[in-house]
Every structure is written in C-alpha cells, then in structure tokens.
C-alpha cells in the first residue's frame, strides 16, 4: 500500500486499534499539524507540515502544562492572534498559564482554599443602651437569674439542710424530697428566688462597679481609703441590696419550709402581713445585715483580687468567659467558707418557731444556741451543699455580667 510524503516526518500511532483512529495522537498539536491530519488519504496516512524536533522538543516546553489539562493542543482551542504581549514563541499559546495555588495559613486547612478570596466575618452581638447605669443593671439582672436558675436544686436542699428538716444529709434530703414532692419540690420557690435575686443582683453588681469605680484611685493620685477600694464597694453593695430585696428573701425561705401553707407568692406576702405584721417581712434583718457585710466584702475583694492576679501572670487585660468563671467560683468559696455560720444563724431567725424550733431573739442568741445543741459543726451545717450551690452560683454570676457587659454597648463605647 502505497504512502504519500511531502518533507515531513511520518508519525503512527502504535496503539490506534484502526487505521483512521489518531486521536491518540492529536493531544497538545498544533492547528498545522491537525489540519495536515485532517487532510490525510484513505490510507490512514497524513501529511506534517511541522519539524519532528520542533515537535518534539519545543522552545518553551510544550508539555509543560499536560498534567494541568488535557487536550490544550486540539484544534480550534485559540483562533485569536497573538498580541503584542504574547510571547514570540509560536507554541506558547497552546501551553495553559500556570495555575496559582495559596498556601493555606496554619490552621486553615480545606476550608481556606475554598474559601479565598472570602473574607470570615465573626458575628458579634452587641446591644446599644442608654448609659453606663442602666448597662450594668440590665447586666446584673440577667447574671442573678441565670445563676440562680442553674443552682436551684442545691439551694433547696441546703435550705432544708441548715434548719435541719427532711434529714441530716445531702442524700437523705434529696430523696425525701424526691419522694414526696419530685423533681418540682427541688425548684420549689425558684421563682420567688429569680424575682428575689434578679432586682437583688441587679442593684448588688451595680452598686459594687459604680463605688470600686469611685473608690478606685486614677494613675497618680494618692489613695482615698487606706482600705483596699473593692473590700468596702463589696460590703456596700452587700448592704444595698439586701435592704432593698431582704422581705422575698423572707417569703422564699417560708414557701421552701413551710410546704402547704402558701400556695404562692402573693399568698404568702398578705398572711405574713395580716397574721404576723409588716415587721415580720424584715424579721431577721439585722443578722442578714451583719452576715451579708463580710460575704459580700470577702466575695468580691477576692475576685477583685483573683482578676488581677490573673492578669498580671498571663500578661493580658482581657480575661475569657471561663477564666472569669473559675475565678468567680473560687472567690464564692472563699467567701462562703469564712462567713457560713452567719449564714445559719440567718437562716433559723427567719424559720421562726416552724416545727417547734427556738425562737431566738438576736443572732448572738442563735450562734450561741446552735453552738450549745449542735456543737461547732452545727455551725457549718450544710457547708458542702452550700459551697456546692454558691461556687458555680458565683462563677456564673460573674461571667454573665462580664459577658453581657461586653454585649450592652453605650454610645462612646463604638
């Protein structure tokens, strides 16, 4: 059979199963050499009208990019001429520009090569209000809810702990109460307690920031107390709160105690008011008073004091949520371990003569009563529930103030 040659190499495709199947063989050629394929006989034979070397051995590399895409070569793949800027060598435009390719940052994996180009907005909330007053309200409000929400069922059982009712221990306690009231009786009075400990943190926390910050001296003035300023804003604040919130503390202990009696807030509010008087609403106030000055002082000198000790090791002004939370924890142990008999005393004034209790007539009387019928242990009662409830209470409280005070934004504050 014969074949027709024109000064060109002669190119078979050794793996073309028939004779007029070179597509095997027209990857990455030219528009000259295709169209000489195109023109080729009967045969299967076709004409090049190109140098093998040239070929085969480009100036610029022809099959550079051959791993990048496929068939860059095929006729018709580029038609336009080539520009002033295109380079002299006529193989160039067949070869695909290299492909860019970002290196990811550290930490970016994947998801950053998908995503250049986009730029990763972090969602912030922020909430504008009136002043730096109402902010810090609002803030303590939300903190005393949420906490006091979380801790309910410890509340409860260290309330029936301290007066001694429903048995001796935390277990026997919890299972009395899970066997005759259930899961609800362990949230019994938690609504009293949110609408008691919501205005009653509110006013704690902003009465506490408003006078450490008046008390807390500029960078170069001398000191106004010879106190530290956060030990006096704590008792301060300790004091403001009680004698605005001290008569739902009242109700709270009596719908806890007292099960059948009341049977709501309002109900125990007009029958301890028309049975017992107005005054009945702050009996037990003095003792709160004195009891409530070394907690609140001691809790929030040492998480002032934590702060900035945390601050001065790791190096920062900013301290995350969870720092903020171990160290609120910490200061609420702290605080409730070295004012807990206060706390007990407290508790049985308020009781009254409920089941046959003793009526005392100051604390002094309480103190030295349960110290005579109980010994020193009958002073700290209810210790461990109680640092269990007050530390979580305490670090929730803190971070859901310094939380929503980075959320409550003023005006000067953008």
């Known amino acids: 059979m014969g074949r027709r040659k024109s000064g060109g ?18 990857l990455a050629l030219p528009p000259a050499a295709a169209a000489a394929a195109s023109g080729a006989d009967g ?39 080539p520009s002033p800027e295109t380079p002299r060598d006529p193989y160039m435009k067949y070869v695909s520009p290299p492909e860019v390719v970002e290196t990811p940052l550290p930490g970016e994996g994947v998801v950053g090569l998908k995503d250049k180009g986009k730029k990763k907005k972090v969602v912030k909330l922020k ?66 307690n949110v609408i008691r400990v919501a205005p009653s943190k509110a006013i704690e926390l902003f009465a506490f920031d408003t006078a450490n ?6 960078s170069g003035e001398e000191r106004k107390i010879p106190v530290p300023p956060s030990l006096v804003a704590g008792a301060f604040a300790g004091v403001s709160s009680t004698l605005c919130t001290y008569p739902l503390e009242l109700i709270k202990t009596r719908l806890t105690i007292q099960r059948g009696v009341y049977d709501n807030f309002l109900d125990a509010f007009v ?24 907690y609140a002082a001691t809790n929030y000198f040492a998480y002032d004091t934590l702060k900035k000790v945390y601050k001065k090791v790791f190096k920062t002004n900013e301290i995350g949520n969870i720092p903020t939370l171990l160290i609120g924890s910490a200061a609420g142990a702290i605080s409730s371990t070295a004012t807990f008999p206060l706390e007990v005393a407290r508790k049985h004034m308020q009781v009254g003569a409920v089941g046959g209790k003793k009526v005392y007539k100051n604390m002094l009387h309480a103190l030295l009563s349960i110290l005579e019928d109980e010994g020193v242990g009958g002073l700290y009662r209810g210790l461990g529930p109680s640092c269990m409830k007050l530390m979580p209470a305490a670090g929730i409280s803190f971070m859901c103030y310094e939380a929503c005070k980075k959320i409550l934004i003023e005006e000067e504050d953008e």
């Open 9 to 26: 190499a002669r190119l078979q495709c050794a793996e073309a199963k028939r004779a007029t199947d070179w597509s095997c063989c027209f």
């Open 43 to 81: 045969d299967g034979g076709f004409n090049l009208s190109w140098n093998l070397h040239q070929s085969f051995h480009p100036p610029a590399g022809l099959f550079a990019s051959m791993g990048q895409q496929v068939g860059v070569g095929f006729p018709g793949a580029s038609s336009r001429s």
């Open 127 to 192: 909430i504008k209000v009136g002043n730096h007053h109402l902010k810090r309200l609002i803030s303590g409000a939300i903190a005393g809810t949420v906490s006091r929400t979380v801790v309910a069922p410890l509340e409860t059982i260290r309330t029936h702990l301290m007066v001694g009712s429903n048995g001796n221990s935390t277990t026997e306690v919890f299972q009395s109460i899970m066997k005759h009231e259930g899961w609800t009786g362990l949230f019994r009075g938690n609504f009293v």
């Open 213 to 218: 910050k008046f008390l807390t001296p500029k």
């Open 271 to 294: 029958k301890i008011v028309r049975d017992e008087g107005p005054t009945e609403l702050y009996r037990g106030l003095t003792p709160s008073l004195i009891g409530v000055v070394p």
